[in-house]
């Protein structure tokens, strides 16, 4: 039996469809329709068709096509191989008479050649030959067979025409058979599996060809069915197949058994078994020879199924388990690959199972019941309190308390434990509480005395955590208060709340019955009584305990306490100021430059004494403008002073000259200009003009000099008569300001 290798695509709606990827290479290109040119008429052409569906040496297989080698005769070249090879489909090899093939190893191909080259053994005719690993040359040891006369007749094969081309292989007697024409031109056993490919079984196959100085169309067309049938074709239980054979234009068809088959005399009828057949197909191929192929259509049986509907309870999980057959593929809700599924998830559950090609879906509604029971883990009541357990179940749900009770609610008054067992629709819970029950009161002083001043904390001693409001408004573990009236507080500690109040009483400070001035003013020697006298008071005024304090010279502050019946104290501070006579100290000369105002300074001890000067001026410092004699007056409640100062007015120069002439040749001689100015600048500024009225120099220091230049640049200014003028500040007694102005003559 022989097998075909073809691509089957298997559809609900049958379709035959045969198609061989390829891969042209070079010159080589689709024509369409399964046609390739591997040559073009045109010089020095190589190209290559490949084929990407491999070829399993290891099953027979035969392999029908039409081939065209052109028109050209005498001048037509070079001819094309099949090749079987395991590189990949890239390859080219050499051209001229390499053929396309020349370099391509491991390989086997069958040589078509066109073209006599007498060097590599070629004869006269077309010729057909076994060649193998890439060598198209007859002398060499890669020749395997051949080389023989392509047409039975020796005639021609460059005429334009399409020639029938037939490969056979059997490997279980490695004969591999080539007809040309419908004859039988090449058979010839060889180990092509472990001779020419070492052990490999999966090849590459396809066509190559080339041209040279002499050229032709070289052409491979493939019928619809130059693949034969498969072995075995699977399909799924309720699916169909189209299948076929590549005969005769007047070929009849023969399919048996005629079960599962739409047409068994069509040449590529449509196969729907209900369960697996092996069929035979008997027809005449395009050579008139009587032939048989044989298929297995194997038909699987597959579904999966699942519970229409699942009630599970809240938390538990739902294992879907379905019974398929090992290695089912089984895809849960479009994403989880596996073979089960657990949830625990109200909804669809949906599998696409797939088994040989073969695919079911089934669906399941799981419904999850939802009993949860909670009561709060911890309850706390006041003393005296009730509390109602009522949990929030549905309708119909069974509750058992403290295992014997049997009720939709529970009352409790006492400190313990309650647990609780509820059942509803299959699903079970329970839930435990503790009780707690709270004793709790706050108390404060029913009345409270405090002193003017001073402030009283309330601190109730509660439990911690416990929340104590004061006043409606402040919320505090504790209160603090300085003033009289009511102080309450309510308080609250796990649910339980109490209420509180004092009556706080604020007791005066003591105080002088007879007011003393706070700040006390004396003299030196006088005594100074202090008179702090409160009825029923203790008297502290740092060691000395009578009501009356006497100083005298005491200057500083001297602070009492007083302490009443009630233990209130407070303080009170007397500041002494012990004061000594006035005495002024003023210089008896003062010397000024005319034109310009004094400053007389004196100085009075102590500083708080008043001074008054003649000319009605106050204070220690005043302006003189006139000569004569000043008087100054101080007085305080101690006694007085007084004294006087002479004052002068002189006049005061700083006098300025200049050169009335510079030459600024530089020669060491008389080369700079500047004013000269017999005392210190505090400040400074020259210019200096042209007869325009134009600043040709300026200056602001007063050790820079003129040396000729315009603008302090490079650029010297010309001969001439130019005038200057400085002004400036300087301090003799006091700070006086000047100008002077005058001419110079520029010679160079």
């Given at each position: 039996m022989r097998i075909g290798l073809f691509i089957i695509i298997i559809f609900s709606t049958p379709i035959l469809f045969f198609a061989q990827s390829s891969n042209p290479v070079g010159n080589a290109s689709s024509l369409g329709n399964d046609c390739y040119s591997?040559?073009?008429?045109?010089?020095?052409?190589?190209?290559?068709?490949?084929?990407?569906?491999?070829?399993?040496?290891?099953?027979e297989f035969t392999i029908d096509l039409d081939i065209n080698f052109g028109v050209n005769d005498a001048n037509g070249a070079d001819g094309m191989v099949f090749v079987m090879q395991t590189v990949g489909p890239e390859l080219l090899g050499a051209g001229g008479g390499g053929m396309g093939y020349d370099g391509i190893s491991p390989s086997l191909g069958v040589e078509m050649d066109t073209w006599q080259n007498s060097d590599w053994g070629d004869p006269v005719q077309d010729h057909i030959a076994i060649i193998s690993d890439g060598i198209a040359n007859h002398?060499?040891?890669?020749?395997?067979?051949?080389?023989?006369?392509a047409s039975s007749t020796?005639?021609?094969?460059e005429d334009g025409q399409y020639h029938k081309f037939k490969l056979n292989w059997f490997p279980e007697s490695n004969t591999l058979e080539i007809y040309f024409d419908c004859e039988l031109r090449i058979s010839f056993e060889v180990d092509i599996i472990n001779d020419i490919f070492s052990g490999v079984t999966e090849v590459y196959w396809g066509f190559t060809g080339s041209t040279g100085g002499s050229t032709n169309n070289q052409t491979v067309c493939l019928d619809e069915f130059t693949l034969g049938l498969p072995e075995n074709v699977s399909i799924c239980a309720g699916e169909s197949i189209q299948l076929g054979v590549n005969g005769g234009q007047e070929s009849n068809y023969n399919w048996t058994p005629n079960e599962g088959i739409d047409d068994q005399n069509n040449q590529y009828p449509i196969f729907s078994p209900s369960v697996s057949t092996y069929y035979t197909v008997e027809y005449t191929d395009y050579c008139g020879e009587t032939q048989f192929q044989n298929v297995n259509i194997d038909v699987t049986e597959f579904s999966v199924d699942l519970e229409s509907e699942v009630n599970i309870c809240e938390g538990e999980d739902y294992l879907f388990d379905p019974d398929v057959p090992d290695g089912t593929l089984l895809i849960w809700n479009d994403e989880v690959q596996s073979p089960s599924f657990s949830t625990s998830s109200e909804g669809i559950v949906q599998v696409y199972a797939e088994y040989m090609g073969c695919s079911d879906i089934a669906t399941s509604i799981v419904n999850v019941t939802v009993l949860s029971i909670d009561l709060e883990s911890e309850i706390?009541?006041?003393?005296?309190?009730?509390?109602?357990?009522?949990?929030?179940?549905?309708?119909?749900?069974?509750?058992?308390?403290?295992?014997?009770?049997?009720?939709?609610?529970?009352?409790?008054?006492?400190?313990?434990?309650?647990q609780v067992y509820g059942e509803y629709l299959g699903c079970s819970d329970f839930s435990t509480s503790v009780v707690n029950v709270t004793e709790f009161t706050i108390d404060l002083e029913s009345e409270v005395n405090i002193c003017e001043g001073e402030a009283y904390l309330f601190d109730p001693d509660v439990p911690d955590g416990t929340v104590l409001l004061w006043?409606?408004?402040?919320?505090?573990?504790?209160?603090?208060?300085?003033?009289?009236g009511n102080v309450q507080v309510y308080a609250e500690y796990l649910g339980c709340s109490d209420i509180a109040t004092s009556v706080v009483i604020v007791e005066p400070s003591p105080e002088p019955l007879y007011p003393t001035e706070y700040l006390i003013e004396t003299c030196e020697d006088q005594v100074v009584e202090i008179n702090a006298y409160c009825e029923g008071c203790v008297y502290d005024w740092g060691g000395y305990f009578e009501p009356i304090y006497y100083a005298i010279n005491e200057g500083g502050i001297h602070t009492v306490e007083l302490t009443n019946e009630l233990g209130c104290t407070s303080l009170y501070s007397y500041s002494i100021n012990v004061m000594s006579s006035p005495q002024i100290v003023l210089d008896s000369l003062y010397e000024f430059c005319e034109g310009t105002s004094g400053v007389i300074s004196a100085d009075v001890i102590p500083t708080n004494a008043s001074i008054i000067w003649n000319d009605n001026d106050t204070g220690p410092v005043i302006n003189v403008y006139e000569e004569g004699i000043y008087y100054a007056y101080a007085s305080n409640l101690c006694g007085s002073d007084e004294t006087s100062t002479t004052v002068y007015f002189d006049m005061c120069f700083c006098e300025v000259w200049s050169p009335s002439a510079f030459t600024p040749d530089n020669d060491g001689v008389n080369d700079t200009f500047y004013p000269v100015i017999e005392c210190d600048a505090l400040s400074y500024k020259l210019n200096i003009f042209n007869r325009w009225g134009e600043v040709v120099f300026s200056s602001n220091n007063q050790g820079e000099v003129w040396i000729g230049n315009v603008n302090n640049g490079d650029y010297f200014a010309i001969d001439g008569v130019y005038t200057w003028e400085v002004s400036f500040s300087s301090q003799l007694d006091q700070i006086l300001y000047y100008e002077s102005r005058g001419k110079v003559v520029l010679i160079r």
């Open positions: 591997v040559t073009p008429s045109q010089e020095w052409q190589i190209g290559a068709v490949w084929f990407l569906d491999a070829i399993n040496l290891s099953e002398s060499q040891p890669t020749n395997l067979f051949g080389p023989v006369s020796g005639n021609n094969i706390n009541i006041c003393d005296g309190e009730d509390y109602l357990f009522e949990p929030d179940v549905p309708e119909g749900t069974v509750l058992l308390w403290n295992d014997e009770i049997q009720s939709p609610s529970f009352l409790v008054n006492s400190e313990g434990v309650v006043n409606d408004e402040i919320q505090s573990p504790s209160f603090s208060t300085s003033n009289e």
